[in-house]
């Protein structure tokens, strides 16, 4: 059977979290410190993945998150042009250019 974990937090931490989920400009910091919160409050793991509409993983993943850097940590991270370039032009590793011609779509460069 597997270890309970301990979400239970500080008072200053639950106040910057409570500050984080009114007034955060991020929607995913929002979303992921009502996620803590909702952990400090004792709902499990499984519940809180329902109600965030996410996977049990990813609710794991916000917590270290949090315990690695607070609110901060919580945001998206930029990645960097390297990864950003493989994930939108080479996906699969395959270029865009050939998914879409064997899709039948042609591409044509228009000189100036």
Do not use: F
Not at 27 to 37: C, D, G, M, N, T
Not at 42 to 55: D, F, N, P, R
Request: aromatic letters at 6%.
């Amino acid at each position: 059977m597997a270890k309970a974990r301990d979400y239970h937090l500080e008072k200053d931490e639950l106040t910057e979290l409570e500050i984080a989920i009114r007034r955060d400009k991020r929607p995913e910091v929002r979303q992921r410190s009502l996620a803590i919160r909702l952990l400090h409050l004792g709902h499990k793991a499984e519940e809180v993945a329902q109600m965030q509409m996410v996977s049990k993983p990813t609710i794991y993943g916000w917590w270290k998150r949090w315990c690695a850097g607070g609110v901060e940590r919580l945001a998206n991270q930029q990645r960097s042009a390297t990864e950003s370039r493989r994930s939108v032009h080479r996906p699969g590793g395959r270029s865009h250019r050939a998914k879409l011609g064997r899709a039948g779509i042609r591409l044509y460069r228009l000189d100036d």
